[in-house]
Structure formats: C-alpha cells, structure tokens
C-alpha cells in the first residue's frame, strides 16, 4: 500500500494530562477512607490509569521487515528523547506520548524491534511541501509493518520545520512505519498526518543540505540523490 502525503490542493504536489485528585498527605502516599492512615500509593493502579487502549490490526500485507505490533494499551506518557541515526549524521527527536500515545508506543516499538535499522529514505520533496520520507525498509514507498495504527490529529497540525509526523494513504488510521521529517514550512498538507513529534534546529539544517542537492530523478518529488540511510534509532 502506498503511503503517500496528500496535500491540501491538487494542484500541489502528490503526496493525559493525569489529573492528580488527593489530599494533603504526601503525594506517594494515599489515605485509608476507613482509618484515615497514609499508606504508599498503588503504584500499579497509577499505571493503569495512564494506559490508552490502542488498535493495531493487520493490514492483510506481508511484513516488510518481521515484526510484532505494540501492546495493545500505550503506557509511556510525557516526551521521551532519542536519536535518528543515519550516514549524513544524527538527528535528535523528541516524541510526544503525551499527545499521541498510540503513535508513540508504535514507533518505540519497531525501534526497539531494529526495523529502522539499514533502510533508506525513499523519498524528498522540494517543492511544496518539503520532507523527507523514511521508515519503509523495501525503500519503495510501499512496504510497511503488516499492520496499521490510528490516527491521532486535532486539527491543529501545521507541518512546520522540525516536525516528525506519520505518513498514510488517504484513507484514515492507514499508517504504519513510514514517517516523515520536516525542514521548511509544509502547511499546505491537511491536517490529517500524525505529528508525534519533533526534531532541532540542526536536523532541520541538515536536512536542507540534503534537500538542496535535490533527488536522484532530478525533479521536485524523489528519491535523494545522495542515499540517506538510518542506521538505527535509539531513545532514552
């Protein structure tokens, strides 16, 4: 299944916060309504109560890489920083459990799983929307994990420089593997691709070095004409 951005005109181109509800005793402890005694919280129902039911059902294709989906309820909350590693350097990332639980929980899980490691980034766009599209390790735009994950937008995405988000079809919760990396203004796309995330100023830098040697076919939408390759992902 292709996974592509779909802009906002045709013309262009293809493409918790926890409430913390207590008294005044210590905030690890918690109060025996029966005795009025402190006692240490429950530590396991704390988890619990973070955890998002997710839903990643298979998509009827073969794995391009063997691997397992994530548990089916994300438990990361807050950020969680890693590191894209690839041949022209490292990009530093900052993932937003927070805002996009399940996202989050499915891209820490093929990372975990190596099925970032020695792909390609397939694709780089350079003119009206500008991205760099990783994720597939058949680098055809094409393969994915074998199942998908759900959207998770507000409508309030803008796809500025420094935004990781996922790619899909246009059909909603179509996404999978493939993300995309934003290094100039790309607010024509709707508001319909994941953002999950962000990476620093030097990414964006090196990404405009990237994207000023333009693609292997020579036109605005292609695969880069130096091969980017990712090494591995790592996150803290």
Known sequence: MLKR???????????SLLA????EADNDEAVDPSTGASTPADS?????????ACDYPEDGSEPAKPVEPPP???????????????????????LDAGRTPCTVAN???LAEQGYFDDTQCHRLTTEGIYVLQCGDPTASGMGGPGYTI????DGTEKYGPGVLAMAKTSEPDSGGSQFFLVYADSGVLDPVYTEFGTFDEAGVALLEEVAAKGTAEGGPDGSPADEITISGVTVE
Do not use: K, Y
């Open 72 to 94: 089916a309820e994300a438990t990361t909350t807050g950020t969680v920083s890693g590191t894209i590693a690839t041949n022209v350097g490292d990009i530093a990332i900052e």
């Open 5 to 15: 951005l779909l802009p906002a005109t045709a013309a262009l181109l293809a493409l």
């Open 107 to 109: 891209f820490l899980s």
């Open 44 to 52: 396991e129902s704390d988890e619990a109560a973070a955890a998002t």
């Open 20 to 23: 913390a509800c207590g008294n």
């Open 150 to 153: 759900p959207d998770e937008v």
